[in-house]
């Protein structure tokens, strides 16, 4: 291979990544757009699963622990998990994200994994099957500094205890 | 008589608590950088005999020059003096150190000047320093100092307390330590421990291993005990640590969370939050005989409490308003009253040891502001504006604050890091305090010698 082939190459490669670097900047906006709504964070990007078809989180509002018509729906989904498996016990973990002074996200993180856990209770879960963690906003699952990051980590995540 | 005054203006009644008639430089420190004074720092002469005992001893060849280098730095760092380069020092630091010949010093354009003597006494280190007025041409203070050859960095501290507050007439900063919180690994699983290191950054030593996460280490104003939260067992407590013997204990007997704690400025209490069934509110407990007393009791998220210096009132940080504000009540938990009323969150007060401020954490528009405002919530002046920064805490005398700022990552999680900064009361002295790691949530002790 000459020179100027090596060259030609590398050119090549270079407008190549352009391009694709440029898809993928649109595609983000596209993609963010449609997995926010209100200011909850409405995508499955970092969901898991506690059983087919049950979702392990719900997501709050900047500064909220406001449950919204999603995550009612996850949390009905995970009672009617629990009751099926009593014998599983589970902790809830509240988080916020990284925009607000340390100890006011602990109280925060705290107040939504209750949030969540009040509304499992009403559901039929014993509330001595549930306990709660606030991490705060240390445990971010995005570690993006963007709007979208930070909706993913304000989130109560129910996580099996047993 | 001939005299020299470097300030037109003070608003502080103290600073001229100390001016007697002969007094002659002063310092202005209310205007931070804007005139910071030349000074000139000798090296601290010692003779053949001690030098080959220091050698010997901890293994540093000039000893004098380095407590001198000390004392340069501190007074840099201050942001209210200009330590000259030693290169342009005409007189030899034996000769200074007796008898300045004040024209030479003069000649360089310092006004101050500090001169001393390291000796080897009975395998001690004595070290003599003196603070000579330049213009004036006399001595302003002479003071010695005798402790063990180790402890000679605090030394160069304790000096530079002596002078500064010989020169500004309040108490110095410098023989203090920071507590603060150590940070290394990727955000999402950050690594934690407890780390301690002198007030200029050195002498770090960390002291939890990074197993359990770790946050908001403060000292006891009183002596050398810690109160953090640990998430030891995955049970979030506030705990309670002797730095000098390493003893750690939970602080009560909590069904839930404890966090947030702080020391009373008598010491003898921690007041902190409890969590429990989405609802925070503020409790004591007295260190001595355990009992604890609920503070706060209210639906609505009550945090960061903190003392007034003379422990009659309490400022802490509450929701109740619909978003977070800050309060101040007695510390019987009474009279409550929201004292923020600016636009935007306010979060993290902290009482000054003056008495006369609380500083706080502002978020305003996607901006993060340290700020002071009067105990009534007038006066609101904002220091520092930046992308992240909270939780300031004040150097023992009132005049500077230590916070920690993070930087935004990109979209990967790259480019993120947390460091501790200093700034002076009047927003100037802007300074990033270097330490080993990245680090947050610091506290500053009080001053370790009197």
């Known amino acids: 291979m000459n020179l100027s082939n090596i060259l030609k190459n590398t050119f090549l490669v270079i407008l190549l990544s352009m391009v694709v670097s440029a898809c993928a900047t649109k595609k983000t906006g596209t993609k963010m757009d449609s997995q926010i709504q209100g200011d909850v964070y409405t995508g499955t990007d970092t969901v898991e699963y506690l059983a087919k078809g049950v979702p392990d989180r719900v997501f709050f509002a900047t500064n909220e622990t406001i449950l919204t018509t999603m995550s009612r729906d996850t949390l009905r989904k995970q009672a009617a998990w629990l009751r099926e498996n009593p014998s599983v016990n589970v902790v809830l973990e509240g988080h916020a994200d990284e925009r607000g002074t340390r100890e006011y996200n602990l109280a925060l993180g705290e107040r939504r994994a209750n949030a969540a856990k009040d509304y499992l209770m009403t559901y039929g879960v014993s509330a001595d099957r549930i306990s709660v963690i606030s991490y705060g906003k240390e445990r971010p699952v995005d570690s993006g500094s963007n709007p979208l990051s930070w909706s993913k980590n304000r989130r109560s995540v129910t996580v099996k205890a047993n | ?450």
């Open chain 2, 1 to 450: 008589m001939k005299r020299f005054k470097l300030i037109l203006y003070s608003f502080f009644i103290l600073f001229f608590t100390i001016s007697k008639s002969y007094s002659l430089i002063e310092v202005d420190i209310t205007r931070g950088n804007l005139n910071p004074l030349p000074i000139a720092v000798s090296p601290l002469f010692q003779d053949k005999v001690s030098k080959i005992f220091f050698e010997k001893e901890i293994n540093i060849d000039d000893l004098g020059s380095e407590i001198s280098k000390v004392i340069e730095n501190n007074l840099k760092q201050s942001g209210l003096f200009n330590p000259l380069s030693k290169d342009a020092f005409l007189q030899k630091p034996d000769i200074a150190h007796l008898k300045p010949r004040f024209e030479d010093w003069s000649l360089i354009k310092s006004q101050a000047l500090i001169t001393g003597k390291v000796t080897a006494v009975n395998e001690k280190l004595k070290v003599e320093f003196r603070l000579w007025d330049v213009l004036a041409g006399r001595e302003m203070l002479a003071l010695a100092f005798t402790t063990v050859p180790s402890n000679w960095r605090r030394v160069g501290h304790i000096i530079t307390d002596k002078v500064y507050e010989r020169l500004t007439g309040e108490k110095g900063y410098f023989d203090t330590r920071i507590i603060y919180v150590s940070e290394e690994g990727p955000k999402t699983q950050r690594i934690k421990k407890l780390a301690i290191m002198d007030q200029d950054g050195f002498n770090t030593k960390y002291l939890t291993l990074g197993n359990e996460l770790v946050l908001t280490p403060r000292f006891n104003p009183t002596n050398q005990m810690v109160t953090y939260l640990s998430y030891f067992r995955n049970l979030p407590r506030v705990y309670l640590l002797d730095i000098e013997t390493g003893i750690q204990e939970v602080v009560g007997d909590f069904p839930g969370m404890t966090f947030a704690p702080r020391f009373s400025p008598d010491g003898k209490k921690i007041i902190m939050s409890f969590a429990k069934d989405g609802n925070s509110d503020i409790y004591t407990m007295d260190i001595e005989n355990r009992i604890v007393e609920r503070i706060t009791n209210h639906p609505s998220i009550d945090t960061s409490p903190s003392y007034s210096p003379d422990g009659k009132f309490i400022t802490f940080n509450s929701d109740r308003s619909g978003y977070q504000q800050i309060y101040v009540m007695n510390s019987d938990g009474s009279n409550v009253k929201r004292i923020s009323f600016g636009k935007g969150l306010y979060g993290t007060p902290v009482w000054s040891p003056r008495g006369d401020l609380i500083a706080f954490t502002k978020l305003h528009k996607g901006k993060f502001y340290i700020g002071v405002m009067r105990v009534d919530g007038k006066g609101e002046r904002l220091l520092t504006e930046n992308y992240y920064q909270e939780a300031p805490s004040w150097a023992p005398n009132g005049r500077v604050l230590i916070f920690y700022r993070e930087t935004k990552s990109n979209d990967k999680g790259e480019g993120f890091s947390a460091k501790l900064w200093s700034i002076d009361l009047t927003g100037y002295n802007e300074r990033m305090v270097e330490t080993e790691t990245d680090a947050s949530d610091p506290s500053w002790s009080s001053l370790l010698s009197n």
